[in-house]
């Protein structure tokens, strides 16, 4: 085999090799370059403080595990937010992982929350998982509290101050989703958007930001954060640079990494084509 | 910064090594790290729907808040269970009618605005006002939009004007996927640079 | 009743009309007949259904397993023990209390999942950088303008772009509100009537799969 | 509105309810056309005109053919994908036909037990048809590999299966996730041929690089009517189309108005 050949059938391991050495290098190395902050990314910031004082927020943690490096600096971000205004919010999923991954994020930010000054049951409310999808957003949007009858400690939802005059989703001033896929904004924009109107904002995943592209510049969704680099500009924008810009020098090594393999894979491939058709003419 | 004391740290950093065996090959110490995933995952998806129905259906039943809705609730959801009879597994149809009659009206109705109707006004704009980069962008998206559709016409030959506007429609797309490959690179690097930073950092405190 | 009706007939009659209530409740406010709550209480039906039937599911998963170990399938039983093991724990540990908000129910998924759900999906990057070298050849129009696309919006979402040229992230965003917006909206009109074709199917009985076993 | 009684449409919705009407009304007509004979023709496929050629190869080079309709169960998170696994599942008969007639060794791999059923009933079909229903035990193979959370080991196991019996042709038609990747890689490196399709918007992608063709969202699911006959389905397609149609023009016609002063949004937002 030519050596080209041999250089194209290279073990993947090899490749694998090239990954973990450079992140790692870069993780132990950072450079620091500037993360400029897009539109997308403000719009989500400014949903948020330019809703009046004391208007109720719609949180959807619609993700799970596996969804958690990209997503979790975005929920650990939005909280932070949240807990710094004079915003009220109540917390529901559609994923199963929902709740543990608020619990872990609240646990978190445990002493943030002392010092807003913030209570349980008055300024925010954590509301357990409910199934369906489809059905589950519908059923949320038209009768918030015969759908989910305790909040995720089990306390009866009437005994519960801040869902006193909740009932449609007419009766929030925002929706946001933080969501890794289905069910998530799709469904939200069926049974929440159309019906009803309410502004909503967008925590995707880099993957998916590009599909949510026609429902933001439609203007269904006001403002999205786009995978980790979303991440890291609104967390410099909520003022508390924290997991999301440490990794942005690691996230361009990736990418230079994948974008070289690109280009090496493609000139070896175009190089074997002309040599093999000199052979042959 | 030391390596890390945390028990909780020592187990997640392992866990993670066991799983990170398949790189060289698939081995059983990826496969123990596997069903680990498996229970835990069941167990706990378990706990919060089990949560859901004894809040939601079995609760109003027995204190009486919701007679009706509980009882015809329990009645769908136990119907279910009928599927590992032989002979009655037909019962459980009726349970799945219910949800997949109330799910298609909701999909329906949704896609025929959020996906259809909204999307075509999206495409509607007065551009006589714009500047002329907006202009041209706001035209070529819509000719981008039609050709796009018109390549999922399924009872005309791609052939004359056609052939030419479904290749421009395919070649949109592939402008669309490529985008979709990118934000693809950005997502799957996150997860595993997030790793690489429990491992080194939180685990290994090198930095 | 004949077994055929409540076999076959009732099912897709249940499916017609609660997808009629459905949709007819979108358009049409009528009050007299309750129909605004009907539909509300359906979709908090499905809703409940749906729950159930994930029980029904992990059920499912739990006898497979069981299986695996009374028949002490080669080289799968004892992985068995333990999910059923480690399932069983998690329930466990979840009823202590108020369901599922004990810390030790936090905490088997705070580390343990977690630690396995990340690990096991970041192994994609290594697929992924892999099939950059290997398989990505631009062997026609339609690969190149992929690539081409996919590489301009890579050096828009890693700062990195920005920092070797400004010009970058302008072409990258253009990719994403111009073809890429158009490509995927079409794409979405496309499957909102396709989405409302299978519905109709399915109203009408003629969407095959729809219902388990008849 | 006011509709009678106290039964009002709901407005800002009329135009929807009138174009789902519409909708509904044509798709209905074109499947009980189809049903009664006038089958609808559909457009010529390159992913779908291939598949002769693929297993052609494979005779000629004496490897087999690898074929798999997807990695969605029926029920569970992924039951929304059922209509993808049967498109998937329809051109498994066309191409087990095939394999049967020309003699060529066929494996199919499984993530879902739920589908083995499925797929043996299909071969045996298959190769009954083309009267050689002995050789599906020994000409034929269907693998399984069980998904637990992660799709890892079912693509870790074709890998395997790759290395092993080299196809010629890999053909992946329904719905996958993220192995799908790992196996077009695999299967280009191995030199198949490969025709891949689904309407998981996050895999195409890969497809279109890795694999010779690739049929993109709703063609697979045209192939399997195609390929199946299935006149109502075959009738929805040629209903839809009509459908789009109205609907181009609605974009072109609605932008050229709106930019003329004729507001034609506010009839959308009726």
């Known amino acids: 085999m030519s050596t080209l050949e041999k250089v194209e059938k290279i073990d993947r391991r090899i490749v694998y090799l090239v990954l973990i050495i450079v992140v790692a290098a870069v993780l132990l190395r950072p450079i620091g370059l500037p993360i400029p902050i897009s539109s997308s990314t403000k719009k989500y910031y400014d949903a948020i403080n330019s809703l009046p004082p004391g208007s109720v927020v719609a949180l959807g943690v619609d993700f799970d595990a596996g969804a958690l490096p990209e997503l979790g600096p975005m929920l650990e971000a939005t909280l932070k937010q949240l807990f710094a205004s004079d915003k009220k919010f109540v917390i529901f999923s559609l994923w199963g992982g929902g709740p543990a991954v608020s619990t872990i994020y609240l646990n978190k930010l445990k002493g943030l929350i002392e010092s807003s000054g913030k209570k349980y049951g ?24 015969n759908t989910v009858k305790n909040d995720y400690y089990g306390t009866p939802v009437d005994q519960i101050p801040l869902l006193k005059n909740l009932n449609t989703a007419k009766d929030f001033a925002l929706l946001i989703t ?11 924009l069926r049974q929440w958007v159309s019906p009803f109107g309410i502004k909503f904002i967008v925590g995707a995943l880099g993957v998916s930001a590009p599909n949510y592209m026609p429902y933001y510049t439609s203007g269904q969704i006001y403002g999205m954060i786009q995978g980790l680099r979303g991440a890291a500009e609104y967390e410099l924008l909520v003022g508390s640079p924290s997991i999301a810009v440490s990794s942005m020098d690691a996230l361009s090594a990736g990418h230079i990494v994948t974008i070289v393999f690109i280009l090496l894979g493609n000139a070896v491939f175009l190089l074997r084509k002309y040599s093999r058709k000199e052979v042959k003419s | 910064m030391a390596i890390s004391t945390d028990p909780s740290v020592w187990v997640a950093a392992l866990l993670t090594i066991m799983a990170y065996t398949i790189i060289y090959k698939d081995n059983p110490l990826y496969k123990l790290a596997e069903h680990i995933l498996v229970g835990l995952s069941a167990g706990y998806l378990f706990i919060q729907t089990w949560k859901m129905i004894y809040n939601s259906s079995l609760l109003p039943l027995f204190n009486g808040s919701g007679l009706l809705f509980g009882g015809i609730t329990l009645v769908l959801g136990v119907l279910l269970f009928t599927k590992f009879s032989k002979k009655y597994f037909w019962l459980s149809n009726i349970s799945i009618a219910v949800l997949v009659g109330t799910a298609t009206g909701l999909t329906v109705r949704g896609y025929l605005f959020a996906q259809l109707i909204e999307q075509v006004k999206a495409s509607i704009k007065v551009v006589t006002a714009l500047q002329p980069l907006d202009i041209f962008n706001s035209v070529l998206s819509l000719i981008m939009v039609v050709c796009t559709l018109a390549y999922f016409l399924f009872t005309f030959e791609q052939k004359g004007a056609l052939g030419w506007i479904a290749k421009f429609g395919r070649y949109t797309m592939m402008a669309a996927f490529g985008a979709a490959y990118g934000g693809t690179v950005m997502t799957r690097l996150t997860i595993f640079i997030q790793r690489m930073q429990y491992l080194l950092f939180t685990w290994l405190g090198l930095a | 009743m004949s077994s055929t009706f409540l076999n076959k007939e009732l099912p897709i009659i249940l499916i017609f009309v609660t997808g009629v209530i459905m949709i007819v409740s979108y358009f049409v406010s009528a009050p007299e007949i309750y129909l605004d709550p009907l539909a509300g209480n359906l979709s908090q039906a499905a809703s409940l259904i749906a729950a159930y039937a994930t029980i029904l599911g992990i059920v499912t998963l739990a006898i497979i397993h069981v299986n695996h170990i009374i028949k002490r399938t080669k080289g799968q039983w004892y992985y068995s023990i333990i999910v059923l093991a480690l399932a069983l724990l998690m329930i466990v540990v979840g009823f202590i209390g108020e369901l ?22 970041s192994l994609l990057a290594f697929y992924i950088v892999s099939a950059a070298f290997r398989a990505f050849k631009v062997r026609s129009v339609e690969a190149l303008i992929l690539v081409v696309s996919g590489i301009f919006v890579m050096l828009m979402n890693a700062p990195v772009g920005a920092a070797i040229w400004s010009g970058f992230p302008v072409i990258g965003n253009w990719v994403m509100t111009v073809p890429n917006t158009s490509g ?15 519905g109709l199917r399915v109203l009408l009985g003629k969407e095959k799969g729809v219902l388990g076993r008849s | 509105m006011d509709i009678g009684g106290k039964m009002q449409l709901i407005a800002g919705r009329i135009f929807g309810a009138v174009f789902l009407l519409i909708s509904f009304l044509i798709i209905y007509i074109y499947m009980t056309k189809a049903v009664k004979g006038s089958v609808p023709k559909i457009r010529k496929m390159a992913g779908l005109e291939a598949i002769p050629e693929s297993i052609g190869r494979a005779a000629e ?22 209509a993808q696994t049967f498109a998937g599942l329809s051109v498994l008969t066309y191409v087990s036909r095939l394999t049967a007639k020309y003699k060529v060794p066929l494996y199919v791999t499984l993530a879902y037990g739920e589908h083995i059923p499925l797929v043996e009933s299909i071969l045996r079909e298959s190769y009954t048809f083309e009267g050689r229903p002995e050789a599906v035990a020994t000409e034929t193979k269907v693998l399984y590999f069980p998904i637990a959370t992660s799709n890892a080991p079912y693509a870790s196991g074709v890998l395997g299966l790759f290395e092993r019996v080299k196809p010629a042709s890999n053909i992946m038609i329904g719905p996958f996730y993220f192995e799908a990747l790992a196996i077009a890689e695999q299967g280009f490196i191995e030199g198949a041929m490969q025709i891949a399709g689904t309407a998981m918007t996050y895999q195409i992608p890969f497809f279109v690089v890795a694999c010779d063709y690739t049929l993109i969202g709703e063609e697979i699911f045209a192939a399997g009517a195609v390929v199946s006959q299935d006149k109502p389905l075959l009738g929805s397609i040629a209903g839809q189309d009509i459908i789009k149609i109205i609907t181009i023009l609605m974009l072109l016609g609605g932008f050229i108005l709106q930019n003329l002063g004729i507001d034609f949004l506010s009839i959308l937002k009726f």
């Not at chain 1, 199934?131 to 519908?138: M, N, P, R, S, Y």
Request: no cysteine; glycine share 14%.
């Open chain 4, 61 to 82: 080079t004496g490897r087999p053919v690898h074929y798999t309709p997807g990695t969605a169960g029926f029920s569970g998170a992924t039951a929304g994908f059922a």
């Open chain 3, 100 to 121: 599922g908000t004990h810390p030790y129910f936090i905490w088997l998924y705070q580390y343990p999942l977690i630690a396995l759900d990340t690990t096991i999906y």
């Open chain 1, 178 to 188: 933080i969501t890794a896929g289905t069910p998530g904004v799709e469904e939200y």
């Open chain 3, 184 to 198: 995927f909206r079409g794409f979405i009109i496309g499957a909102a009537i396709g989405a409302i074709a299978i």
């Open chain 1, 122 to 145: 008055e300024d925010y409310v954590l509301l357990p998982y409910i199934a369906g999808g489809e059905t589950a957003a519908a059923a949320l949007a038209k009768d918030f509290k």
